[in-house]
């Protein structure tokens, strides 16, 4: 089922900006790949740090071609699978999953308070204008007892530091980037603190030009392209 989002909060600077951003992520779609190293691997230590069981509601935020339902249903697990994503040409796509949404996060989830036992938040927070937005929104459709799993980019990784020395272009999106520190902070001020963390995987810049193939090689190091994060309310806090 093919569904179409809008949320209670706004929080664009008009709709010009808003039809920019959805444009610019339809012409990023058409080169996601259905699957590739790097993700699965990232979706695949995602799952393990999730421990996904079998009957849970799961909400995939920034879902791209689901790839995340596809791996826990091969895996033969029984879930209640959601996802969202701002583009509309990767949800026309996704003919086969019954709940998917175009939906823009700014504006909002639309779901009810504390519907999900896990929300998985991958390679998506560095995209958005407010983060502590959208923690806000994903606090409140989890379930107390819930996790969020949640992964964004090393700003530390060799790629990203040759590229702010050479002063190269971004051209994935990202506006934001997160430490261990700085994450930790803003999902505190959010209410929810981290439980625990692992790295996803290292490409060595010079193997390629060796020997003129790609390697991804699994890491928990402070080398690796991201972090993944298995977080959970904080219930002390209250919104």
């Known amino acids: ?32 790949a259905v699957s590739d190293k790097e993700s699965l691997l990232r979706y695949r230590k995602a799952m393990e ?6 009957g849970a509601r799961i909400l995939d935020v920034g879902c791209k071609r689901a790839v995340l339902h596809s791996l826990l249903e091969m895996d033969g697990r029984r879930i209640d699978y959601f996802g969202l994503d701002i583009s509309h040409r990767l949800i026309r796509e996704l003919r086969e999953v019954k709940y998917v949404a175009v939906c ?32 806000q929104e994903i606090r409140r459709t989890l379930k107390d007892t819930g996790f969020l799993i ?27 980037s997160f430490t261990y520190q700085t994450l ?11 439980l625990s963390m692992r790295g996803t995987f290292l490409r060595p810049p010079l193997l390629r030009r060796i020997f003129r193939k790609e390697y991804c090689l699994p890491t928990d190091s402070l080398f690796s392209r991201s972090f ?10 209250s919104q």
């Not at 740090?49 to 079998?54: H, I, K």
């Not at 996060?105 to 639309?110: D, E, K, N, T």
């Not at 949640?150 to 994935?172: D, F, I, Q």
């Open 1 to 32: 089922m093919i569904m179409s989002a809008r949320g209670t909060n706004a929080l664009h600077g008009g709709s010009t900006s808003v039809e920019s951003k959805k444009a610019f992520y339809d012409s990023k779609a058409r080169f996601y």
């Open 184 to 194: 930790t902070s803003l999902l505190s001020f959010c209410g929810f603190k981290i």
């Open 150 to 176: 949640l992964s964004t980019p090393n700003p530390y990784y060799w790629a990203e530091a040759v590229g702010h020395l050479l002063k190269r272009s971004e051209g994935e999106g990202h506006i934001s």
């Open 228 to 237: 993944i994060y298995k977080i959970i309310k904080d219930v002390r806090r």
């Open 104 to 135: 823009d996060v700014m504006s909002g989830l639309p779901f009810q308070e504390k519907r999900f036992d896990l929300i998985f938040c991958l390679e998506l927070i560095e995209h958005v204008e407010n983060p502590s937005f959208l923690l």
């Open 49 to 54: 740090l999730a421990n996904v069981s079998n």
